[in-house]
């Protein structure tokens, strides 16, 4: 069936540091990768996302790849701040089609500082 | 506030009762979407509507039913409840059925006892 596999579970980076979050998806019709971030006992945010049709998307200290032809994406933060520190989940999904979300797993980041 | 509101914040009851979660989406919103959250646990989909339809359906227990009504609003109907079913479930809204952001609602956090 359809999933998306996310990698690393966890993350501890040197605040100004990179982090790096990966996720693979196996539905070779996905059109469409969000990522969210959330934080204790609150509601995922959208943080970025990212349509099939681009390669790479840049949000001010966040950016988002896709390579369509390894069904890989991947999250980047840069200059990273104790307030980055949070769970953060990939999605994937097709539109038309089956128009679900298949989620990934989750990675908790930790921001020292 | 992403403008989608859930109600009742917090639910506690006992097994083999009933509830039902209500969901508001975001004003001009056609899409609810349901999700569950268990302790330290991604995001699960359970079930889409759009336009009063069911879209799109995840991995949602017989036990479990929804609807959307003619003013947009959305219910999830949880019965015979188990331990298990203690989570946290979110609703989301987007505007279409398409590729569309969707915006978490704060949650209902569910405790069976």
Known sequence: ????????????VQEGDSAVIKCTYSDSASNYFPWYKQELGKRPQLIIDIRSNVGEKKDQRIAVTLNKTAKHFSLHITETQPEDSAVYFCAARRSPGTYKYIFGTGT???VLA | DSGVTQTPKHLITATGQRVTLRCSPRSGDLS?????QSL?????FLIQYYNGEERAKGNILERFSAQQFPDLHSELNLSSLELGDSALYFCASSPGQGTDTQYFGPGTRLTVL
């Open chain 1, 1 to 12: 069936g359809e999933n998306v596999e996310q990698h690393p579970s966890t993350l501890s």
């Open chain 1, 108 to 110: 908790r980041l930790k």
């Open chain 2, 32 to 36: 609810v979407y349901w999700y569950q």
């Open chain 2, 40 to 44: 330290d646990q991604g995001l699960q």
